[in-house]
C-alpha cells in the first residue's frame, strides 16, 4: 500500500516525486515532502520514485499562532 | 532611548516586540494586521498541502516580515523535530516556534518534550522559541539546551483571559538571561502593555486580534501598546507605597503655614 497525506494511493507506484506532485497540481515552492519520516529534498523529487510502502507527507503553511 | 531600542534573536535584530500569530484570520486580513500591528515577525502552522486550496498564506505575508513557523500538533519531541525540518525545507530561514502539547483541555505544553526538541534542533541551527509552562527550572534546562529565547504562555491559548501567570513570568524576567516573549492567553493590549512593563522583551498574540470586532485597529491597538509599556519598563516604573498617601503638591506656602 501507498499511503499519500492520509490517503491510499496506489496509482501513484512506480512515478517519481515530480511527476506525482505536478500531476496533483502542486506549486513546488510552496511545499515540503516526507517519505517515511525523512525529508525529500527538492532536487531529489525527480529521482526519487514512489514504490509499495512508502508513506508520503506533503505539507505547506498556513495560518497558525 | 526608544529609537534605538531594539532586541536579538538568533542573530537578527528586531526592532519591532509585537510577534502576530496568524491562526484563525481570513486571508486578507493579514496583511492589514502584519501593517498596522507593525509586527516584523509572523508565526504560521505546517499542515498537510492541499492543491484544491489556490490559495497560499505567504502570499499575503508582506516581504521582508520574519517567518517563524511552529510544530503545533506535535505531542512529542520527535514529531516536533519532524515539524521543524519540514518547515525549514520550505526554505524560509531557521526561525522555528517548538510547541507540544497532548491535553486537548487545556492545550498546556509540555516543558520535558519541549527541552528534549530544543536541544536537538538547536544542534542543527535552528533558532529556537520554545513556547513553555512558566516554570524556572525548565527556563534553565531550555537555556542550556540553546534555546533563543523562551515564550512563556500567560494563560491557556486562545483564552484572552491575560496574566494568570504573573508573578512566574516576572521571576523568569528577572533571572532568565534570554528574550522572554509572552505568549498565548494574552486578550487586551492593557495586558501586553503590563507584561511588557514587566520587562518581557516581547509579546505574541493571535487570538485576542483575529477575534476582535475591527481586525486592523485591535492589531493598531496592540501595537502601540506594547510600545507604551516598553517605553514604561525603560523610564523605570515609580514607586508604589507599602501603605499611606503621599502628596504630589507642596503642602506649605499657603493657607495653614
Given at each position: 500500500?501507498?499511503?499519500?497525506?492520509?490517503?491510499?494511493?496506489?496509482?501513484?507506484?512506480?512515478?517519481?516525486?515530480?511527476?506525482?506532485?505536478?500531476?496533483?497540481?502542486?506549486?513546488?515552492?510552496?511545499?515540503?515532502?516526507?517519505?517515511?519520516?525523512?525529508?525529500?529534498s527538492?532536487?531529489?523529487?525527480?529521482?526519487?520514485?514512489?514504490?509499495?510502502?512508502?508513506?508520503?507527507?506533503?505539507?505547506?503553511?498556513?495560518?497558525?499562532? | 532611548?526608544?529609537?534605538?531600542?531594539?532586541?536579538?534573536?538568533?542573530?537578527?535584530?528586531?526592532?519591532?516586540?509585537f510577534?502576530?500569530?496568524?491562526?484563525?484570520?481570513?486571508?486578507?486580513?493579514?496583511?492589514?494586521?502584519?501593517?498596522?500591528?507593525?509586527a516584523?515577525?509572523?508565526?504560521?502552522?505546517?499542515?498537510?498541502?492541499?492543491?484544491?486550496?489556490?490559495?497560499?498564506?505567504?502570499?499575503y505575508?508582506?516581504?521582508?516580515?520574519?517567518?517563524?513557523?511552529?510544530?503545533?500538533?506535535?505531542?512529542?519531541?520527535?514529531?516536533?523535530?519532524?515539524?521543524?525540518?519540514?518547515?525549514?525545507?520550505?526554505?524560509?530561514?531557521?526561525?522555528?516556534?517548538?510547541?507540544?502539547?497532548?491535553?486537548?483541555?487545556?492545550?498546556?505544553?509540555?516543558?520535558?518534550?519541549?527541552?528534549?526538541?530544543?536541544?536537538?534542533?538547536a544542534?542543527?541551527?535552528?533558532?529556537?522559541?520554545?513556547?513553555?509552562y512558566?516554570?524556572?527550572?525548565?527556563?534553565?534546562?531550555?537555556?542550556?539546551?540553546?534555546?533563543?529565547?523562551?515564550?512563556?504562555?500567560?494563560?491557556?491559548?486562545?483564552?484572552?483571559?491575560?496574566?494568570?501567570?504573573?508573578?512566574?513570568?516576572?521571576?523568569?524576567?528577572?533571572?532568565?538571561?534570554?528574550?522572554?516573549?509572552?505568549?498565548?492567553?494574552?486578550?487586551?493590549?492593557s495586558?501586553?502593555?503590563?507584561?511588557?512593563?514587566?520587562?518581557?522583551?516581547?509579546?505574541?498574540?493571535?487570538?485576542?486580534?483575529?477575534?476582535?470586532?475591527?481586525?486592523?485597529?485591535?492589531?493598531?491597538?496592540?501595537?502601540?501598546?506594547?510600545?507604551?509599556?516598553?517605553?514604561?519598563?525603560?523610564?523605570?516604573?515609580?514607586?508604589?507605597?507599602?501603605?499611606?498617601?503621599?502628596?504630589s503638591?507642596?503642602?506649605?506656602?499657603?493657607?495653614?503655614?
Amino acid at each position: 500500500m501507498i499511503q499519500i497525506n492520509g490517503n491510499e494511493a496506489m496509482q501513484a507506484d512506480g512515478m517519481s516525486i515530480a511527476d506525482y506532485l505536478l500531476s496533483e497540481g502542486y506549486v513546488l515552492s510552496h511545499i515540503a515532502v516526507e517519505r517515511n519520516e525523512v525529508i525529500v529534498s527538492k532536487k531529489d523529487y525527480a529521482d526519487t520514485r514512489i514504490q509499495d510502502g512508502d508513506v508520503i507527507e506533503i505539507v505547506q503553511f498556513m495560518g497558525g499562532g | 532611548m526608544i529609537e534605538n531600542d531594539t532586541f536579538t534573536l538568533g542573530g537578527h535584530t528586531f526592532s519591532s516586540r509585537f510577534i502576530l500569530g496568524s491562526g484563525k484570520y481570513n486571508l486578507d486580513l493579514i496583511r492589514a494586521a502584519v501593517s498596522d500591528a507593525g509586527a516584523q515577525i509572523i508565526t504560521l502552522a505546517v499542515r498537510r498541502a492541499n492543491t484544491k486550496d489556490s490559495e497560499n498564506i505567504l502570499d499575503y505575508i508582506p516581504e521582508g516580515v520574519t517567518l517563524l513557523p511552529n510544530t503545533s500538533g506535535a505531542r512529542n519531541a520527535d514529531e516536533a523535530v519532524r515539524i521543524a525540518r519540514l518547515a525549514r525545507e520550505m526554505g524560509c530561514g531557521d526561525f522555528v516556534k517548538i510547541e507540544i502539547m497532548h491535553d486537548s483541555k487545556y492545550l498546556l505544553p509540555d516543558n520535558y518534550e519541549t527541552i528534549k526538541a530544543t536541544e536537538i534542533l538547536a544542534k542543527e541551527g535552528f533558532i529556537v522559541m520554545p513556547y513553555m509552562y512558566p516554570d524556572l527550572n525548565a527556563a534553565r534546562d531550555l537555556v542550556n539546551a540553546g534555546a533563543a529565547s523562551i515564550m512563556p504562555l500567560a494563560s491557556p491559548i486562545g483564552s484572552n483571559k491575560g496574566l494568570a501567570t504573573k508573578e512566574f513570568i516576572q521571576i523568569l524576567i528577572d533571572e532568565i538571561d534570554l528574550p522572554v516573549i509572552v505568549d498565548a492567553g494574552i486578550g487586551k493590549p492593557s495586558q501586553a502593555c503590563e507584561a511588557m512593563e514587566m520587562g518581557a522583551a516581547a509579546i505574541m498574540a493571535n487570538t485576542a486580534i483575529a477575534t476582535a470586532g475591527n481586525i486592523p485597529e485591535m492589531a493598531k491597538a496592540f501595537g502601540l501598546a506594547i510600545e507604551a509599556g516598553r517605553r514604561a519598563y525603560l523610564s523605570g516604573l515609580g514607586r508604589v507605597l507599602n501603605k499611606g498617601g503621599e502628596a504630589s503638591d507642596p503642602l506649605t506656602g499657603f493657607l495653614h503655614n
